[in-house]
């Protein structure tokens, strides 16, 4: 009997007791019993869960052979996770998706006829709206989007999810990409190979509560446009240059008046104001630099991203 193509099923989970069952039961009747042309293997990355996710996944994986999944030593984030499950993935084909059902398991199918129709390297999908989402969430992602685009060079899609199904090809380059800061929007599209859009509408996730505070999405936001631009670090040398440049003239106009009318009392609110200002432009451009640094000092430190503390994944 010909052997059929593996495609390898990537799932970060935190805290996801509550929609495990729900997941694999839907990628069970959807996608697993489903798709007979392929094969499948579910790979379930614990991120250092303070639930019953471990114990749940041990279940899942003790009922059927096809689950794989690799526990971290504690909270490692969504990127760590999503890094290891595709190091371990054997499949010809690797696709990245959430267990909140917010990635609709029956996009598989389509993803993969896409793959195959289109001859392309990768499907990726993107939402066409925001529905259910707070206000000032989706302006932020908007704003975020925008400048992101004028400043990198990798082009950033609004609206793209991580779910996405991709040839080996590209799961080998991502991987290549070794550094421990990892904004994966941007690696996906800075590794380039052909990459065809799905369009769905947004799901609301099943049960659970999303792990993404306000102030965390905006950590990932400096993240993203740290990792793929050094244009911030050129605003503070620009910034700099402008307020050189006005301070002199400033000093040329004053020594003039000063040769012309003599010195009058001199405005000290005009210099506090001045210091204020300078003292601010230099904080920022401290600022911007610290968080380049501090990139490269983790980097240099070369820890390894993820510590896997338990697995039934069998290299
Ligand atoms: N997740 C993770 N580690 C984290 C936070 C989230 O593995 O530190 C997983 C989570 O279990 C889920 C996915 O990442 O499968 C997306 O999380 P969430 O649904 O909270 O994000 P949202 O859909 O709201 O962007
Ligand atoms: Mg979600």
Not at 195 to 220: C, D, I, P, Q
Not at 300 to 313: A, L
Request: hydrophobic fraction near 45%; glycine fraction near 6%.
């Amino acid at each position: 009997m010909e052997q059929k193509p593996l495609v390898s099923v990537v799932c970060a989970c935190y805290n996801e007791e509550q929609m495990l069952p729900l997941y694999y039961d839907a990628m069970k009747k959807q996608v697993l019993d489903n798709l007979d042309e392929y094969d499948f293997e579910l790979i379930f990355i614990n991120d250092g869960s303070k639930d019953r996710t471990l114990p749940i996944l041990r279940e899942l994986a003790a009922g059927d052979q096809r689950v794989k999944y690799l526990s971290f030593s504690r909270n490692f984030g969504k990127e760590a996770a999503m890094y290891a499950g595709m190091k371990h993935a054997k499949g010809e084909f690797a696709c990245v998706m959430d267990c909140d059902l917010q990635d609709p398991p029956e996009m598989i199918g389509k993803m993969l006829q896409k793959l195959g129709e289109d001859d392309c390297d990768c499907v990726a999908t993107r939402r066409v709206d925001r529905k259910g989402e707070p206000k000032l969430r989706s302006a932020f992602s908007r704003a975020f989007y925008r400048i992101i685009n004028r400043i990198s060079d990798t082009e950033f899609v609004d609206g793209a999810r991580d779910f996405r199904m991709m040839r080996r090809c590209v799961v080998d380059a991502v991987l290549e990409l070794g550094e421990y800061h990892r904004f994966s929007k941007g690696l996906f599209m800075w590794v380039g190979f052909d990459t065809r859009w799905l369009e769905y509408e947004n799901v609301e996730r099943a049960a659970g509560e999303t792990k993404w505070s306000f102030w965390k999405l905006m950590a990932y936001a400096v993240e993203g446009i740290v990792s793929f631009s050094t244009v911030p670090l050129r605003i503070a040398t620009i910034l700099g240059s402008i307020v050189s440049a006005l301070a002199l003239v400033y000093m040329v106009i004053r020594v003039i008046i000063a040769l012309i009318w003599g010195n009058p009392v001199a405005g000290y609110p005009s210099l506090l104001a001045i210091t204020l200002c300078l003292g601010g432009f230099i904080l920022l451009a401290l600022g911007i630099i610290g968080e380049y640094v501090a990139r490269t000092y983790m980097q240099v430190k070369n820890r390894p991203i993820y510590i896997q503390k338990e697995t039934n994944i069998k290299d």
